[in-house]
């Protein structure tokens, strides 16, 4: 939740975060977000988080990640 806090992470454009056991709520808090309104790549691959949560609140989700052209969560 801390790091959805940060207003620097607004100029982020890619984000690489695999392999770091997130787990279902660590995506919903990533979906609520405000600051994610620039990232157009987002790597969530090869952690806890069941694919159909990452596909219902980041993949379809385009208040919080409307540039968003690459998202790899396999």
Do not use: M
Request: hydrophobic share 30%; net charge positive; proline share 1%.
């Amino acid at each position: 939740e801390y790091f959805c806090k940060c207003d620097f992470i607004k100029n982020l454009t890619w984000l690489e975060l695999s392999n770091n056991n997130i787990c279902d709520k660590g995506i919903e808090v990533l979906s609520k977000c405000d600051y994610f309104k620039n990232l157009i790549h987002l790597d969530l691959s090869n952690n806890k988080s069941k694919n159909n949560i990452i596909k219902r609140n980041v993949k379809d989700n385009n208040k919080t990640f409307p540039k968003l052209s690459f998202l790899n969560y396999n």
